[in-house]
């Protein structure tokens, strides 16, 4: 299953979530469904309850400077739960570069939304629409700049 907040492997959030779960109880955080754990953790974090809960499950990843945060509030290493989340870490050794990620490959317009935090459905299918129409509007340029008459210019 890929996660909606995936920007490393499919399998990513699953195991990150279990991995957050532990490191929580290992922590002290009461993370049951009605326990002060997960409230503690969204307070820590600045991540909604709801993105908590998700992660927990397994369902998502949170953005990086919430795992930088996160990492914080269960005292660990930054670097062993950006790993966990499948997030390159190309040399990131400080909190100021938290919000720089670098993809080894073009993300998926869904991504960049997962990335971006958007969730509301009607604001990701107009962010992802323009991505699209941005993509499809460069490639039509790269085409006719190449040469390739196949395509149509832009702006006629």
């Known amino acids: 299953m890929r996660s909606k907040g995936s920007l490393g492997r499919p399998d990513d959030a699953g195991a990150f979530g279990t991995l957050v779960a532990s490191l929580a109880v290992q922590a002290g955080y009461d993370i049951a469904p009605y326990g002060t754990g ?3 953790l969204t307070d820590q974090t600045g991540m909604s309850a709801s ?4 992660m927990l499950r397994g ?3 949170p953005k990086p400077e919430n ?3 996160l990492a914080r509030a269960l005292k660990v290493d930054e670097r062993r739960l950006l790993d ?4 390159p870490l190309s040399g990131r050794t400080k909190q100021t570069d938290a919000a720089v990620v670098s993809f080894p490959q073009s993300p998926a ?3 960049i939304a997962d990335f971006l935090g958007i969730t509301l459905p009607h604001v990701r299918r107009m ?3 323009s991505i699209e129409q941005a993509l499809r ?6 085409s006719v700049q190449d040469g390739d008459d196949g395509g149509a210019a832009v702006g006629t």
Do not use: C, F, M, Y
């Open 38 to 40: 997960r409230r503690k």
């Open 51 to 54: 993105a908590v809960s998700r």
């Open 59 to 61: 369902e998502t990843l």
């Open 67 to 69: 795992i930088i945060a």
């Open 84 to 87: 966990a989340a499948g997030i």
């Open 109 to 111: 317009p869904e991504a």
């Open 127 to 129: 962010l992802t629409s």
């Open 137 to 142: 509007l460069q490639r039509e340029a790269d």
